[in-house]
């Protein structure tokens, strides 16, 4: 998703709504804030247990697709 798809997205509901991200083991935690940008190695996992991205090293620059990403 890129910040354009999450605008329009966010644009569509209500502006008071609160804002959640999953917590590590259950629940819901806060979003505080907007976290850093980061260049991201896109489908580096392929195991179900681990989020599909991760954040770009030397080494994958040459076998992985990467873009600049906001963390939340």
């Known amino acids: 998703m890129t910040v354009k798809e999450l605008i329009e997205q966010l644009q569509t509901l209500d502006p008071d709504l609160h ?20 260049e991201i190695a896109l489908s580096y996992h392929d195991e179900w247990y681990y989020g599909p991205h991760v954040e770009a090293e030397a080494e994958h620059k040459n076998s992985y697709t990467i873009v600049k990403g906001v963390i939340l």
């Open 19 to 38: 804002v959640f991200t999953t917590g590590y083991e259950g629940g819901y935690e806060d979003v505080v804030s907007v976290g850093d940008i980061k």
